[in-house]
């Protein structure tokens, strides 16, 4: 049966056109039941005799089937082990779609596991359930008849065929709930049918917040804090376009919970934003519409830093806080002038996700009402309602937001699940990864289904596609215990004085294909993420350690970027091929060292190393001369037990001349390649720039450095390079590194992007000195390089293009993806070295030197060298009283100043342990 669905459409020059679509209905649209007489599926999964729950309400065997809203809102429930037989409408899965991406994937992966028996019913394509919109009926009341018509067809299909199941309609519309009880439907609010649970009362705690009686609530309610209400999200889009609202992303600050910033896209400045009315329940990453503030309300920050709020503030969780926040500090100068302000007016897209923290305890033996403080200090406390407190406290749990009434001090939310003990090594390390969001589940069948058979070897017809370069004198140099080895180097002499250097990376793009299960989960994760203990994989171990490794001593398919080079390192020629290497050998960096300073080795290897190192420090020369910036970064690592994986020593990155060697030639082929990439595809070539930091990043640096008598250029890249390696001071050795680590503090984020999407001149990359630069030398672990890899076969003709790769818009969607997957996994990797720390030193008190990274008005931020750790130090009287500091000529403390510290462990039986500074010199 055809129907004609017909509508209007406009166009983007403002035109109006006429669209008209066939939407077929069928017959052979299958109910999913069991046995089902009337029906001819081979893949029906819902048991007509099934009693998952026991239920006070539904005590017999019965189908559910949700609606939009209870999908959306209570997906946590639907995840559920016990909550299983569901019917999900395609009506529904359409609105889910819609309305929130990332709860769709999550009902999708719920679809799948067979063990769910969730069965998808396509009721706008059965002839019976479809319904067409009637006039003046909105979508959403079309939608809500669409689900209550289908409903009755299950249940009337049911009883033709003699089921003895009932189907019963979840909802949280009233209004719908009235009109299915007088169509006789069984149908409840997801309350109700979880209350009615007799076997899964822990449910109840999961439920989000909007289906709770708030009336049983039992807390003191006064004085609340009354934020302003939002502008309706119609007004915000048409003040937008006229200028007198702006559109931007709200970042709260880790130092002061009651300030903040909106980042502008395409903006130099952020508008700051200062006060918990002007932040207006704004949280972390959510899209916000801001209202400048007239100039001379402008502010600036505090200068203070925030403490951990009082944990009994469960004695009331409505007031306890107002005095911060009615008593904010009056705008003073300190450091600098005043920034553009505004205020949030409204939300234009909420961006949360569930967070990990503890609960913290209630004074109220009997109370139901805690709040929860999240691991991330830029978040707001949530206050949720849960009845197994006593199994909570101790313990990492994760809550989601449900909404956050503008009556409300605390937005509310509700319980998801427990992670496990606090201070715990595993559970902690699974807080870091949630709240990165860092996939690190185990592959699905599906993607290990894509991998080779083993044994797995290479055959004749690969060495007739491939260049053979078995014969070459290749080696690789990596990390010690790297299993994941993408890149080896090879070297030789050529008749002309001229030298024929290879670069030869890991042909990943071999074993994975578009539109593969694998190439899907290795685009999910983006990027390889090394944890202190362990690293998370973006592709099986099968390839990362195995078959894509380059190990020595076995045949393995590479990608190669190939020069001639001059003894200065000019570029006489460059190619690019698809080959066959066996690496002879492969060094460690400090083995490589050795190799290189041993004079009395002069076999292929050594004279090739050799050779290898003074063309890389020529092609270090020139990048320095263009205008490369050094930058510094305070790197650590542990040496970790092998069974207990506890740390047994933290060891700091000790850098040689082979770490340059090798990061010499990779920058090398990256920068060839997206030449070759973009001459060849100037409108979807994945590259990576570096946006020129705005000059106002280096305001607080430039006058802290001042002081110390030192004048930084930062005009350009070429100009900070110099000024940086003329920065010194007789009296301390690490003033350079200091400099240079927060220098890297002041630069933009490197991003990867689509070149179609950007003029030629915004290209460049400022911390490379490069017009032009990518990703392409290790895709065991970055994603962008298995796309470039693919741009690259392409192009020479080795490999055939494929839709998405040459849609600029497809592009700029994976490269924000792999940005924010890229930085994620930065954070992550931070945070596992900082719970590595906390166990080293549990059972340790040290005393060492440590340098002022940043003075705040009651703190100094500190930073001790070897062992990479940042913490503040609250500066206290002798009765313990927050003591602040004084900003006049007599100030004692400034950036740049050593101090002494003790470092400790501070243990919590309730909130963990925390590493935690003191101050012994100066006193």
């Known amino acids: 049966m055809l129907k004609n669905r017909t509508f209007v459409k406009k166009t983007r020059k403002g035109g109006v056109v006429k669209v008209v679509q066939e939407h077929y209905l069928r017959d052979d649209v299958w109910c999913g039941v069991i046995g089902c007489p009337s029906c001819q599926s081979t893949n029906a999964i819902l048991q007509p005799d099934c009693v998952n729950v026991q239920s006070n309400l539904c005590p017999k065997s019965h189908f559910i089937i949700p609606d939009t809203n209870v999908v959306c809102k209570q997906i946590d429930i639907l995840e559920e082990n016990c909550i299983k037989h569901a019917i999900f409408l395609q009506t529904v899965l359409q609105e889910v779609k819609h309305l929130s991406a990332s709860t769709y994937k999550r009902i999708r992966d719920a679809i799948a596991n067979p063990e769910k028996k969730f069965y998808v019913f396509s009721n706008e394509h059965h002839r019976d359930t479809y319904v067409e919109r009637s006039k003046d009926e909105s979508p959403n009341d079309r939608n809500d008849r669409a689900i209550r018509v289908a409903a009755q067809w299950y249940q009337k299909h049911l009883q033709d065929n003699q089921f003895q199941t009932e189907v019963v309609l979840l909802t949280n519309d009233i209004e719908n709930k009235e009109k299915a009880r007088r169509e006789d439907l069984t149908v409840y609010t997801m309350y109700e049918y979880v209350l009615a649970l007799s076997d899964s009362p822990e449910l109840m705690d999961k439920l989000s917040g909007g289906d709770i009686d708030d009336d049983q609530d039992g807390l003191t309610k006064r004085n609340q804090i009354v934020f302003t209400e939002y502008l309706p999200l119609s007004k915000i889009q048409n003040a937008i376009k006229a200028g007198r609202l702006i559109q931007g992303t709200f970042q709260s600050s880790r130092d002061n919970y009651m300030e903040g910033y909106v980042r502008v896209y395409g903006e130099e400045r952020d508008i700051f934003i200062k006060g918990l009315e002007s932040i207006n329940r ?304 492969a060094f460690t960096y400090a083995e490589a060292q050795m190799i290189i300073d041993d004079k009395q080795r002069n076999d292929d290897i050594a004279v090739n190393l050799r050779s290898l190192n003074l063309l890389a420090k020529a092609l270090n020369k020139k990048r320095l001369d263009k205008g490369a910036l050094s930058l510094a970064s305070p790197e650590i690592r542990f040496q970790v037990d092998s069974e207990t994986h506890d740390p047994l020593e933290l060891v700091k990155k000790e850098l040689r001349e082979t770490n340059s060697l090798v990061e010499e030639f990779m920058l090398l082929a990256n920068i060839t390649v997206a030449e070759r990439i973009y001459e060849i595809f100037p409108q979807c070539a994945l590259l990576r720039r570096h946006p020129s930091p705005p000059p106002s990043n280096f305001d607080v640096l430039l006058k802290s450095a001042a002081i110390k008598s030192i004048e930084l250029q930062v005009d350009s890249a070429k100009l900070l390079s110099a000024s940086l390696a003329e920065a ?78 040459m849609k600029k818009d497809k592009m700029q969607e994976t490269c924000n993806h792999l940005n924010f997957r890229h930085k994620m996994a930065q954070y992550a990797q931070r945070s596992s070295v900082s719970l590595y720390a906390q166990l080293f030193f549990r059972n340790r008190v040290t005393k060492e030197e440590g340098y002022i990274l940043f003075v705040r008005k009651n703190a100094i931020q500190v930073l001790i060298p070897k062992y990479g750790i940042e913490s503040n130090i609250f500066l206290k009287s002798a009765d313990g009283t927050e003591l602040p500091f004084t900003y006049d000529e007599d100030i004692s403390l400034q950036v740049f100043d050593r101090v002494v510290v003790e470092i400790a462990v501070e243990h919590d039986d309730m909130q963990g342990s925390k590493i935690r500074l003191q101050l012994l010199e100066p006193q």
Not at 379 to 408: C, E, H, K, M
Not at 488 to 494: D, F, R, S, T, V
Not at 546 to 559: I, K, Q
Not at 755 to 784: E, K, M, N, V
């Open 282 to 585: 704004a949280i972390q990453d959510d899209v916000v519409a801001v209202e400048m503030l007239p100039e001379k309300e402008w502010t600036r920050p505090s200068g203070l830093v925030c403490k951990d709020v009082d944990d009994h503030e469960n004695e009331n969780v409505e007031t306890v806080g107002l005095e911060n926040a009615n008593n904010e500090e009056k705008p003073e100068t300190y450091v600098t002038d005043s920034l553009p302000s505004g205020k949030v007016v409204g939300i234009i897209k909420r961006n949360w996700r569930p967070y990990c923290g503890i609960l913290l305890p209630n004074p109220n033996p009997n109370a139901t009402r805690f709040l929860f403080r999240a691991a991330d200090r830029r978040i707001p406390r949530i206050r949720i309602l849960t009845r197994q407190s006593r199994n909570l406290f101790g313990q990492r749990i994760i809550v989601s937001i449900d909404a956050w009434q503008r009556n409300r001090r605390y937005p509310e939310g509700h319980f998801v699940r427990r992670l496990g003990p606090i201070g715990d090594k595993e559970t902690e390390s699974e807080v870091l990864l949630i709240e990165h969001n860092v996939p690190y589940q185990q592959f699905s069948q599906a993607v290990l289904n894509d991998l080779p058979t083993l044994p797995w070897e290479i055959n004749d017809n690969d060495i007739k596609q491939r260049e053979d370069l078995r014969h070459l004198t290749i080696c690789s140099i990596d990390p010690p215990g790297c299993t994941d080895i993408d890149d080896a180097l090879h070297l030789k002499a050529l008749e002309n004085g001229n030298y024929e250097v290879g670069v030869h990376i890991a042909d990943v793009s071999h074993f994975i294909k578009p539109g593969t299960a694998i190439d899907a989960e290795a685009a999910n994760r983006g990027t390889t993420v090394y944890l202190a203990e362990k690293r998370i994989d973006m592709v099986p171990e099968l390839l990362s350690s195995n078959l894509c490794s380059l190990r020595s001593n076995v045949d393995r398919f590479a990608f190669s970027c190939i020069w001639e080079l001059t003894p200065n390192a000019d570029i006489i020629a460059s190619r690019f091929a698809k080959s066959i290497i066996k690496s002879q050998a």
């Open 728 to 805: 010194n001071l007789e009296d301390n050795a690490y003033f350079n590194t200091l400099l240079r680590i927060l220098v890297t503090r002041c630069m933009m984020q490197a991003i990867y992007f689509c070149s179609g999407t950007l003029a030629y001149q915004d290209y460049c990359h400022y911390g490379l000195a490069t017009p032009i630069y990518t990703h392409f030398t290790s895709p065991i672990r970055r994603y962008s390089d298995v796309i470039v890899h693919r741009l690259l076969a392409i192009s020479i003709g080795a490999d055939r293009t494929y839709p998405d790769l």
